[in-house]
């Protein structure tokens, strides 16, 4: 179906996020791995997720960095206006954590419960919101980013592990990333769920304290995927090809020993010049060969796998689970069980990302889905 | 009632001007907020009957989030595009519930703007609502069926067989399955003048 015929200077805009997970995007471009694909990519970074989807669903963007569920809530016209749009190769698992404040922190602390584990922060928050309630003070206020992302659904869960329902024990809203730290500090909040560097940057800052990472509440979980309109991918397989095949590059160089101090510093000058690249960097680092994975992942709540593990492989089932807990909370009221089948069959396309894999001689999973979430509750 | 504006903006220069646009049309403002403040809160305290932000401002997340909830919300938002961004502001103009216009409003142009944003997005909505739930299910189940009667007809299914045969196709089509119907049933229009019979493989494809 597609020709070998080499791509000459097609001319792409693709959006992503100040986060330290557009990362593939940025080092795609100084490694010159879009030019060598053919591509001539224009980054244009986004203020907020609501702006990349309506440049993504308009055309101003023919690709971008987009929450896991975005192609699935944009297709069904959930998010925006209905535009479909598809995504065949995941660029991250994990990146996320859950920070609270400091002052929070340590008024649980003196309330006498022991902070050890995530799930124990968890469990004691549900204490501490409940007393909260008896007490007859305001509820606390917690935010994630847009409506549709895995940090509010990953915040929603921690949240009812430890006992507390989202919508009516606790304030929730949506605050775009780089607010995030900001707002803590402030008072405003007092806690969130946000993608790196922005919980390092709350804990460098002294502002606040990361209680579980992404990898706590769901291992190896999908993060970001690349997200195309799935007119535009049709009109242009080639260059979408070549698209996956330069950002699956970069992925498998982000995750080679020794290259991200020198991906922060290219995210630092690129698209996060306002936080210190030290903090970047922490938030970027790989596990140490010498280190368990559990250690690591103590030290490191937001643990960023852009290769490792098949990561980039587009699992129907990883959609799926984040399906899963939209439906938990009501969040897809109305829509029929085979139509949300459909769709995340239309939306989620690794018939797509075989052919970009199996051309860079990636070995690829041959079948779509696999069980998703069978581990052990948050922080056991 | 007069109708209430919030704005949200970091450029108090243009924010002001705007107020005062918006006060001379008539229109009552809330509160000029930037950045620094809790959103969330204000807008769930003062309620406003639309809201104007720059395009450019990460609160934009803030706003959507209100806007799912939708419990005083959604409210129409007027973006406000600083860039030369005309395709942006011409394609969003459809959308219906945001309405993108150009940096540099006129003040003469306010009134119109804030009261077109509040018409297209009430009409918007009522549209939304109505059509969704009642016509479009009616409509889709209808053409479902008629597809699941042509499946009987032309394979000799049963009526849950049939109905798992459409299941399956609309699955291997990434299609939703209302819209394999209404491809079937107009291929069958387009072959058959109406008659069921032969409509199945001509709707079906491959597959």
């Known amino acids: ?102 002052a929070l922190m340590t008024r649980l602390a003196e309330e006498g419960h022991v902070l050890d584990s995530s799930l124990g922060i968890a469990c004691a928050l549900g204490e501490h919101v409940r007393q909260r309630r008896q007490r007859g003070e305001a509820p606390l206020r917690l935010a994630s980013v847009h409506p549709f992302s895995s940090h509010r659904y990953l915040l929603r869960y921690w949240l009812a592990a430890g006992g507390i329902d989202p919508d009516s024990q606790v304030d929730m809203r949506a605050v775009a990333p780089p607010l995030m730290a900001a707002q803590l500090a402030s008072g405003i909040l007092d806690g969130f769920c946000v993608g790196e560097p922005w919980n390092s940057l709350a804990s460098a800052q002294g502002m606040g304290q990361v209680v579980a990472g992404s990898h706590d509440i769901w291992r190896f979980g999908q993060e970001k995927v690349l997200g195309v309109r799935e007119d535009w991918a049709q009109q242009h397989p080639l260059a979408h090809q070549a698209l996956i095949r330069s950002l699956l590059r970069a992925c498998a160089w982000l995750d080679r020993p020794g290259n991200r101090q020198q991906a922060a510093s290219w995210l630092h000058d690129e698209g996060l010049p306002e936080v210190p690249l030290s903090v970047i960097a922490h938030g970027l680092e790989d596990v140490d060969v010498e280190q368990s994975v559990e250690d690591y992942q103590q030290a490191n709540a937001g643990w960023t796998i852009f290769h490792r593990y098949a990561a980039n492989f587009p699992w129907r089932s990883h959609t799926r689970w984040y ?43 041959a079948v779509d889905e696999r069980s998703e979430g069978n581990h052990p509750a948050p922080g056991g | 009632m007069p109708v209430t504006v919030l704005i949200v903006d970091v450029r108090s220069e243009r924010s002001a001007a705007l107020e005062q646009a918006l006060l001379s049309a008539g229109f009552e403002v809330a509160l000029r907020v930037d950045e620094r403040e809790d959103l969330h809160a204000l807008v769930e305290l003062h309620q406003p009957d639309a809201v104007i932000i720059d ?80 016509q479009t299910t009616l409509v889709q189940r209808r053409s479902v069926d008629r597809a699941k009667a042509l499946v009987m007809e032309s394979r000799g299914l ?24 209404d491809e079937m049933l107009k291929a069958t229009r387009r072959t058959e003048g109406g008659c069921s019979g032969a409509g199945s493989s001509a709707g079906s494809g491959r597959h």
């Open chain 2, 158 to 181: 049963g009526e849950d067989a049939a109905y798992q045969y459409l299941r399956k196709t609309a699955m291997n089509r990434r299609l939703a399955l209302h819209e394999l119907a």
């Open chain 2, 55 to 134: 395009a450019d401002l990460p609160s934009r997340d803030t706003l959507e989030h209100l806007g799912q909830l939708g419990r005083r919300y959604p409210k129409p938002m007027i973006m406000l595009a600083s860039e030369d961004a005309p395709d942006l502001v011409r394609e969003a103009a459809g959308a219906g519930v945001s309405a993108y216009v150009v940096d540099h409003v006129m003040p003469a142009m306010v009134r119109t703007m804030v009261e077109v944003a509040i018409t297209s997005f009430e009409a918007h909505r009522a549209l939304k609502g109505e059509l969704n739930r009642t």
């Open chain 1, 1 to 102: 179906m597609l020709s070998d015929a080499p791509l000459n200077d097609h001319q792409l805009t693709l959006g992503l996020m100040p986060l330290n997970d557009a990362a593939p995007f940025v080092v795609a471009e100084q490694l010159g791995f879009f030019q060598e694909e053919g591509l001539s990519v224009t980054l244009k970074w986004q203020p907020s997720w609501a702006a990349l989807r309506d440049d993504l669903q308009t055309g101003v963007l023919q690709g971008a960095q987009m929450l896991a569920l975005m192609p699935l809530t944009s297709t069904l016209g959930l998010d925006g206006r209905a535009t479909p749009v598809i995504s065949a190769m995941t660029l991250n698992l994990g990146g996320n954590a859950i920070t609270l404040s400091r």
């Open chain 1, 323 to 365: 399906v899963s807990q939209m439906q938990r909370w009501g969040h897809l009221h109305g829509i029929s069980e085979h139509d949300i089948a459909a769709t995340l069959t239309r939306c989620v396309r690794p018939d797509l990302y075989r052919i970009a894999a199996r051309s860079l001689g990636l070995v690829v999973p």
